[in-house]
């Protein structure tokens, strides 16, 4: 049998199995039904291995064709004995969503399974791709046109040079760079002799910025041209960076380069093209680089990247949102976020799509871009598609060629206005994490979902809405088994999952720091002894295994497409307020996506100084991470209640007409007092946030 047909049938028994498991569910809730049962599921189990030989060989034989009626007479009758009207409707209703997922999800499976067979990295893919197109566009970035041949040479230079300058598999390497076709070749290039990049947020600053190259312990730094300043602001002071190598990219002929740091460009320009030797010891479960996530213990952490997870991310976008090689796809987002950095560039290195990077996405430009390159798939976050419908009607909106829009976080308020003045055909929203092990896709364009189960196979998958207690955060278990309790039906839940070492989907790799790593993690979820990761996510499912985002738990929140850690914002706002307690939360706003950054201080004399507050918040934080509004307590609990205390200001939010307490808002970089009637021009969107 020939490696799709196993997987073919592995996925069909499956989901055979997932009916058998509900059939069995519903009996023994309604014992009357048992011997319906007994009758039609011995026919249903009789030979299952012919079935998949069926499935694979397509031979139907007199005697199989036998045993199917029989079959099938028993499923009827066990379908009539055991489902009521209302679970049957649902599960017909759902079937040809059901298969189409299950078939798309079949050829995930298929090419990751490739994939391990052949020790296909993904610089593999690349090189692959390079000799099939060499002269095919790989990235379009404002007026260049990078080539697959020239994205492999430039590469291959990276991994020569670096190679002979003494780093080896298993070193890192800080990438500090904004968006542009280089900013891939070097993490490619890097992960062709086994070096690690550490993908940093451009926007950090500070204490953040030289937390994420000590914590991966980067034996070098390249970064570019554009945020020297922000490089010589932790060049100054005795740190890690005196001793570490520094690489500035992009300075131009024009520009001197910052005393101490070595030319990038003009380094790597003399190195080999040639492909370096050590890219053949490169294997699947290798790291391919580090993302950073929001952290909860005050800084970001950084997640570390397999090979096969970069692959599950890419190829899950690719099959289930049914993305084509000679696609050509828009990426504004970041590429140091898994939308942008892993689905986006995903789809070019391994596919041979051509991608068209921006260096940071604009609403004006966005569909004058699509219209210039062609594109057929852009990426998009929630925060985006409100932008764009923000700005003023345009023959633009509908003279473009896209075909699909993907990504997260679009709201199911804007959903169909935003399909229906852009004339966009489908929408393949996604749901998943850096870090995490479970990932959900919208195969249908359904309105507000971010993915969906197969009903058959819900209560048997190592996934599913866990029920939590709405202030500790803490999973509820059942007083008798001591596990976790499912969600039904339309019951707000956490999102978990089984994890499954080495697994390519279900494994979690977890982070540099083993504390940040436990936090992510329960026991007893499923079963006994088994583990699972917190999604950190609150999701609802209706009643046809649709699943939709409700709101984030614990200590982050985000914002403008970013996650936000609040205990990092609380560790350096009280640096600026002489200690002072403080709570950073977040709160929702009318016709905004995800919650806007508020924090209260305890400060009953009033004797923090709101200038050097908000100076210091501006200097020292990404623009997405600022408190915008500020709430001044006399006093707060810090003892065992903290959480409800934390839940009940968030409920409160900014709302002046029941908070007694003085309450500021953040406006062109300085807090002033908040009234009524400001709140009111917030809400309304009259003041743009």
């Keep these: 049998m020939s490696g799709d047909g196993k997987e073919n049938v592995q996925v069909a028994k ?4 997932g009916i058998f498991h509900g059939f069995l569910n519903v009996t023994f809730k309604n014992k009357k039904f048992i011997p319906f049962l007994a009758a039609g599921v011995s026919y249903q189990l009789y030979k299952l291995d012919d079935t998949s030989s069926w499935i694979h060989d397509g031979i139907l034989s007199p005697s199989f064709l036998f045993k199917s009626m029989v079959s099938s007479v028993g499923l009827g009758l ?18 040809p969503r059901d298969l189409k997922g299950i078939s798309r999800f079949a050829r995930v499976l298929r090419e990751i ?33 990078w080539t697959f041949r020239q994205v492999r040479e430039f590469s291959n230079r990276i991994g020569n040079h670096f190679s002979s300058l003494g780093f080896k598999k298993g070193d890192t390497v800080a990438l500090f760079m904004e968006n542009r076709p280089e900013y891939v070749c070097i993490w490619l290039g890097l992960n062709k002799i086994g070096v690690t990049a550490a993908l940093i947020n451009y926007n950090l600053r500070l204490q953040s910025l030289l937390h994420c190259i000590e914590t991966v312990k980067a034996k070098a730094v390249i970064f570019g041209f554009e945020l020297t300043a922000a490089m010589q602001d932790i060049t100054e002071t ?32 003399t190195a080999s093209h040639e492909t370096p030797v050590e890219m053949n010891d490169m294997k699947l479960h290798d790291s391919l680089y580090y993302i950073y996530t929001s952290g909860t213990t005050g800084m970001p952490k950084a997640a570390v990247i397999k090979q096969y997870r970069f692959m599950m991310a890419a190829n899950g976008i690719h099959f289930m949102n049914n993305v084509k090689k000679d696609d050509i796809v828009y990426d504004s987002l970041p590429l140091y976020h898994m939308t942008g950095g892993m689905i986006g560039v995903g789809q ?13 996405f604009s609403a004006s430009q966005f569909w004058k871009d699509c219209i210039k390159y062609n594109v057929t798939v852009a990426q998009y976050l929630g925060e985006t598609c409100r932008y764009l419908l923000a700005t003023p009607p345009s023959p633009e909106d509908t003279a473009h060629k896209v075909r699909l829009m993907s990504g997260n976080g679009l709201r199911h308020e804007i959903w169909a206005e935003f399909a229906k003045r852009f004339n966009i055909p489908e929408i393949g929203e996604v749901y998943g994490s850096t870090e995490g092990n479970t990932n959900l896709a919208n195969v249908d364009s359904k309105t507000g979902a971010v993915g969906f189960v197969p009903r058959f196979v819900y209560s048997v998958l190592p996934t599913a809405l866990i029920k939590v207690d709405e202030y500790t955060g803490e999973p509820i278990r059942d007083l008798e088994t001591g596990l976790c309790i499912r969600c039904k039906p339309n019951e707000p839940g956490e999102l978990m999952a089984k994890i499954v070492p080495r697994h390519p989907i279900r494994d979690f790799q977890g982070y540099t720091d083993d504390q940040s790593t436990s936090k992510k993690i329960v026991r007893d979820v499923f079963a006994k002894g088994d583990s699972a990761f ?53 709160v929702k706003v009318p016709n905004t996506e995800g919650r806007a950054g508020m924090v209260a201080i305890v400060d009953p004399t009033e004797s923090v100084d709101l200038e050097i507050l908000a100076a210091g918040i501006s200097r020292s934080l990404p623009a997405y991470a600022r408190p915008i509004f500020l709430r001044i307590l006399d006093e707060v609990d810090i003892t065992g209640t903290y959480k409800l205390k934390k839940v009940r200001l968030q409920n409160e939010g900014y709302d002046v007409t029941k908070i007694k307490d003085k309450v500021y808002f953040s406006h062109s970089g300085k807090f002033q007092i908040l009234d009524e009637a400001l709140m009111k021009q917030i809400n309304s969107g009259e003041i743009r946030l």
């Design 113 to 145: 399974r490739w994939a391990g067979r052949n020790n296909f990295t993904v610089a593999k893919y690349l090189d692959r791709n390079a000799e099939k197109f060499p002269d095919k566009v790989c990235f379009y970035y404002e007026d260049e046109k």
């Design 78 to 95: 066990s379908l009539l004995a055991l489902v009521n009207y209302e679970t049957l409707y649902y599960n017909f209703k759902a079937l």
């Design 534 to 586: 917190r999604s950190g996510d609150i999701l609802v499912m209706d009643n046809l295994c649709y699943f939709y985002f409700k709101d984030r738990t614990g200590d982050t929140y985000r914002w403008k497409g970013e996650n936000v850690s609040t205990t990092e914002v609380e560790s350096i706002i009280c640096t600026f307020t002489s200690y002072k307690d403080s709570i950073v939360y977040g």
């Design 238 to 269: 005795e740190n890690i960076l005196s001793t570490l190598p520094l690489f500035c990219s992009g300075h131009g002929n024009n520009n001197a380069l910052p005393k101490g740091v070595r030319d990038f460009d003009k380094e790597v320009g």
């Design 14 to 17: 499956y989901y055979l199995q």
């Design 348 to 360: 070019a290195v391994l596919f041979g799509s051509s991608l068209v990077i921006r260096k940071k």
